[in-house]
């Protein structure tokens, strides 16, 4: 059973070669201690390492996860570490993907299972919602769905159409499913080691222009953090403390909004930044307790902002610190219209400008 | 998981005889796949045995007699299963069942997918399927919960290892391949019937699950009931292949034809088909041609688009009075075996009778208690404001 | 070419029987002047027939709409009238019909097509997102998308699991998708013919539960309305003037709202109660001057209250008239739980006395 | 709509002599649907023409020989599209276009799908299927607009009838069924080449696509270029059929395998489908077996999942040489004609280089003009919003 050999029986030395790179690359980041330089891809790929090697059920499949790594090289090393059986691909279907994913869970294992970019998770829409949403529920938690469904999403990389969508929205309305979504390099590991620790299903959503954004991390550090059970379901961060009005933001857009209250800071207003990374649940008490004590706030993100995770959190924060408001929440989001061709983006996604333009409205002179 | 398959593709007629060398159970790959031209049949509907050349078996093809033993306790199943099918029925007009899709007509295939299973075996069932799903011994009335609406499922899947009956078209194969996928990673031999309807093949999670299944080289054992009707459709609508069991071929698997109404055929062909799979020979299709007596379910109208002749025609081919003469004449089924079967069977009916007469009071709040493994703080507030609602609504009284 | 006859090739009597009374049935309503009791079924059925008498490239096609008439009966007769070229069976997927529906578009026709159920939509996804939503913009209007994809939706009848989604949020979310939801007969009429009319693609959401309530509607002026080109999209309608609060609902929750204001004016508490008509566009004047006016607002609807529909009108509501406000903005929505099954629906909908007890907590004592 | 196909099953071997009976072009049905056992390949990878008997044709396969023109037609747009594809990825090394997924290696299919259409028929490409879109004619320079950047189409569909270059696999395989059934539906005689990849045979939207051609007997062909892989993702992972061709039993279609690399087996075997199609005998599935030289684009590693060997060995079997030597040898191609296809070519090349080259300003507000046929409140609202700002930026400038 060879299916890294070629038709003809051989393994070539090219191909070998590119395998035992990655599992060394592989090896040297999981041995390394103390803080280091890390990609959020490498910390991604680190914590499904790390859950591979501590539970034989947590199995890697998808488009091009095996050999290649992954278009992302975010599953890199996976299959040479673990082998075939435990990390491979699927022929080329989505809806094939998440079904077969279902059927695993049922039976006793853990899929970490990839799409390959946003849009490309639409054909698997059915199941995602008619069972891995309600799988739990219909049968009174007899049958679990400890599945994570990885979607590298969102703009910002010059992709061509289908590639840069913010399909989140979509998920976070779906009851049955949790979403978390990192926005920095030690949230990468964190929330995915939880979210493949979950008995629930998780759409765990990657902001792909974030893949590359480095952090120095404590590998040791954050494994001891796992081991410990320490958890981010449910508790957003404050990305940036502040007083005067509060951004809130998740995914790619957290450094865009730490960037604007970089600049705002600059001409001496104070903004604090949540993080709220997980979509669902959400945490109301953190974002809230920021907002009663600012005043004001803006949402931030990529997504089109008509019926989406932005809405909501005005609609929820509205209703929950509503005579503390001295201004209307504003909201900075994705326009209305498909996500842009590469050279057309920029005008699309929420920019610092953009974001300290809302601030700006938001009524300082009452 | 297992990749098989030489896509180098033979250039030259003149090169290239090893394509006709590669051949499975001593035939060539294509005739492995092809269905026999014909359906197995081997009791006609008269009760009568057909002789051996006019079952429809072609060299490739060849199935192991059932037992008496089990063709005596599958007779069993088929009256249980006819006497449920038709108690439901009545359940539902009576308006103690909101809904029930029948398969009267069908019990021969429901008895015969769930009989050929071993108890490490899984079943993927859909609406349709009550029946093969109580044959695996899952409680009659659990079984109902989801038709009589107090919940969306009554019984545990893991009990008898059947998943939830399906209702979005064809998205359990896949759930079947998976099973079938984990079961394999393990080392583990078990097979899964992974069952749907005619109408269901035109639906993509139909090719992807044959797909997966084939090239992970899985044992499931893909099982169409031909009913002849999607609803108002016809197959004639849904399908020009010459057959269902075609659709194989362009997986790289076996198709097979079987008459649905012959129980004795059926499980002649499941049985082996079960044995081939646990035996790693891959996954299998097999279309059982059988025909829906009834109409889709209590809210359909099958007047509207079929004709009584038709209904008539099939009433001839009925699985039970073909396999009650055929046992009789085998000198197998007598007058108190007989008594003993009606007797079980009027248990089973008594028994979903009360169990579905009580009105066991639904719980509002458990509309929040599974959702999630591990709850949310949203769902915890809404629920509380449910709870307070009934606990004013409950003073107000 | 006969797909109406039977294998044998005869044609039976019980058959073209339901077929003749179904079409003469259908006549007698379209010749019928002056006010009648009609149902929202037979309005959305004759508005179809209409559409497809005024314009030759106007198709019907689906799971069972042929023969049958749908299983709601939503096409009943079409099929006998205009011919099985133009109203027919599909097989049974729904991506096929969307798809399929698509290349129509492309090709000059005007394609009418139903989703048996919300649910069953699902496997359409990718299509109606990527494709029937972006065509027209990615080829700058070079390919139009005049088509309707009819989605029987939400819940109130019973129905078991997969049958009663409310799934209009996740098109509304879609940039490049219109998304339109009658609550009355008449406008089941003039709505479903704007939809036809429309060169943009159209999700007509039908509340399935409302296909059977009736009204007194002169179809003689609906088709006169019609042809002088009158418009509802975009505009919200009062449907119950008032002056305390707004109720602002859509689709299978007007009726519900309508109640509760009814309910409410017995205790002398004036309710504003607003049709939005179409989720896509959306009518913010009307629903602003509304809010303006009464200065409090409950928007009711069914679906999952997260990142919904809903959310969003909290959302812009907030924005555009916040100094108007005396409380929050609240909602009574659907739990974000599956839907459940028949015996507990009745706790999951919006009901005439939770919307009660969202408008008592408007903060009146302030 | 034309729905054919006799589902009622064969019953007994006995009885049965009419499923023996149905034929198509005088061939049993099932030897109609199932591809020759080799594929179709006229000319030997040295150029020499193959004897009539080692060109793999069986009965009911039989091929019209390409006309002298024709064959030279097609040879010049086989070196423009070499020409074409090798200035793409120029461009993209030189930052000018942001990603090309080349066609190097399978331009003698890009060419042949173009060139078997007459003008009233459609095309529907995959992003992959650059050079067949500018063959059918669309100006090379907004074949392109969607690699450099701009905008995520740039040609009209209308003007070529040729659908956008599809990125979703296989989703626009419907499209070409929806063309051609609208197309019949007017009577008009349409035929419709709907192209996509080995990997995306996989999807399910390939197998609603088939069935829907189907069962409405619609004139629509299915080319699959099989180059071997998806991305990385080899043929053996995607299926374990005999052959992709063989896809086409499971809906009643005929399939086909031919050289993809040999322009004229691949010409005479379009030409046929065509004329087939065009004739009314329904839809048909033609795989081609050809090899993506290059990564599946220029941000993809191929080192990483095939040797270098297989590219070599494929380098050996070059559309472009072959068919030089086969015309050369023919007496059709002299230097004269060379240099004026070479011309040509290069005349392309700088067309793409010129119109690429130049930086068009785009047009942010563009962004919300092309939504909606009928603009909403909403849009225009936010087009304001981006507009004063753009306008502040430039009076801050
Ligand atoms: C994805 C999906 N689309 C549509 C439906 C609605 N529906 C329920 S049963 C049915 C017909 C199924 O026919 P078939 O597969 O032949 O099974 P049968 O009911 O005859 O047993 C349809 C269209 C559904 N359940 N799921
Ligand atoms: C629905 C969908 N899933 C995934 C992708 C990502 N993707 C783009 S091309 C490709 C491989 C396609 O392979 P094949 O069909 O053989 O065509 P080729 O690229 O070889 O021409 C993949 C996985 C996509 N475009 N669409
Ligand atoms: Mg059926
Ligand atoms: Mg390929």
């Known amino acids: ?366 | 998981m297992t990749i098989h398959a030489d896509h180098s593709a033979p250039e030259t007629a003149v090169e290239d005889h090893a394509a006709d060398v590669r051949t499975k159970f001593g035939i060539s790959v294509e005739d492995y796949m092809l269905p026999a031209r014909h359906q197995i049949q081997m009791v006609n509907p008269d009760g009568s045995l057909r002789s051996h050349d006019e079952q429809g078996t072609e060299p490739g093809h060849e199935y192991p007699t059932p037992s008496d033993a089990e063709l005596m306790a599958a007779y069993e199943q088929l009256v249980v299963g006819r006497r449920v099918n038709d108690q439901n029925s009545a359940l539902v007009r009576q308006g103690r069942m909101a809904v029930y899709p029948s398969s009267h007509g069908q019990e021969a295939c429901q008895v015969a997918a769930a009989m050929c299973l071993s108890e490490g075996d899984w079943l993927f069932p859909t609406y349709r399927d009550a029946v093969a799903v109580m044959t695996r011994g899952v409680d009659p009335v659990e079984v109902m919960t989801i038709f009589r609406g107090d919940w969306h499922g009554g019984y545990d899947p893991k009990e008898h290892n059947v998943g939830i009956q399906c209702t979005p078209l064809t998205t359990q194969l896949l759930h079947a391949v998976g099973v079938a996928h984990a079961a394999k990673l393990r080392g583990e031999d078990t097979v899964v019937m992974a069952m749907c309807g005619d109408g269901a093949t035109s639906e993509g999670d139909f090719h992807e699950a044959l797909n997966f299944a084939a090239v992970f080289h899985l044992p499931v054992i893909f099982f169409v009931q031909n009913n002849k009707y999607a609803i108002s459709v016809p197959l004639s609508h849904q399908s020009v292949a010459p057959s269902l069991a075609h659709k194989a071929v362009g997986y790289g698997m076996a198709g097979e034809r079987v008459d649905g109404n012959d129980l004795v055929a059926l499980l002649a062909v499941m049985d082996r088909a079960v044995k081939l799979a646990r035996e790693g020979s891959g996954p299998l299709l097999i279309e059982a041609h059988t025909y829906r007596m009834q109409a889709h379910t209590n809210a359909d109208d099958a007047t509207r688009y079929r004709p009584d002749s038709e209904v008539a025609e099939w009433q001839a081919k009925d699985p039970l009075a073909r396999m009650k003469s055929y046992l009789t004449d085998k000198g197998l089924l007598d007058d108190e075996a007989t008594n003993r079967i009606a007797e079980h069977a009027e248990a089973v009916a008594t028994q979903l009778r009360e169990g579905l007469g009580e009105d066991v009071p639904v719980q509002p709040l458990d509309l929040f208690k599974y959702v999630f493994a591990k709850p949310t703080p949203q769902l915890k507030e809404q629920s509380e404001l449910l709870a307070s609602e009934l606990a004013r609504e409950e003073s107000a009284k």
């Open chain 1, 1 to 366: 059973m060879t299916v890294t050999t070629t038709a003809n029986g051989t393994t070539t030395a090219n191909v070998s070669a590119a395998t035992a790179n990655a599992a060394a690359s592989a090896a040297a980041t999981a041995e390394a201690t103390g803080p280091q330089s890390l990609t959020m891809a490498k910390a991604l790929n680190t914590a499904m390492a790390d859950a591979m090697r501590n539970d034989p059920s947590v199995l890697v499949f998808g488009e091009d996860v095996g050999m290649l790594g992954g278009v992302f090289r975010i599953t890199d090393g996976l299959m040479a570490e673990f082998g075939e059986q435990r990390c491979f691909d699927t022929p080329l279907a989505e809806s094939g993907i998440v079904g077969m994913a279902v059927g695993m869970a049922i039976n006793g294992m853990r899929p970490v299972i990839e799409m390959q970019f946003d849009a490309f998770a639409y054909p698997a829409f059915e199941q995602i919602v008619s069972h891995v949403a309600k799988m739990h529920n219909r049968t009174k938690g007899k049958l679990k769905m400890p599945m994570v469904i990885r979607v590298p999403y969102a703009g910002g990389i010059g992709g061509v159409e289908h590639h840069c969508d913010s399909s989140e929205s979509y998920y976070a309305h779906t009851a049955g499913l949790k979403v978390y979504t990192p926005a920095t390099v030690a949230d990468g590991y964190r929330m995915l080691r939880e979210a493949i620790d979950s008995d629930d299903p998780v759409m765990f959503m990657e902001p792909k222009k974030l893949y590359w954004s480095k952090d120095q991390v404590d590998l040791g550090a954050l494994r001891a953090e796992h081991d410990a059970g320490t958890s981010t379901e449910g508790r957003a961060a404050v990305a940036r403390p502040g007083t005067d009005a509060t951004l809130i933001a998740y995914g790619p857009s957290v450094p865009t909004a730490l960037a604007a209250a970089a600049a705002a800071a600059e001409e001496g207003r104070s903004l604090e930044v949540i993080d709220v990374r997980t979509l669902v649940p959400f945490d109301d008490e953190t974002v809230c307790a920021s907002v009663r004590k600012t005043g004001r706030a803006v949402v931030i993100a990529e997504a089109h902002g008509f019926a989406s995770v932005s809405s909501e959190i005005v609609a929820r924060v509205q209703e929950r610190a509503f005579h503390y408001l001295a201004a209307p929440i504003l909201r900075v989001t994705g326009f209305d219209v498909p996500f842009p061709s590469p050279k057309l983006e920029h005008y699309y996604l929420p920019s610092v400008d953009r974001i300290l333009d809302a601030v700006d409205e938001l009524q300082w002179e009452d």
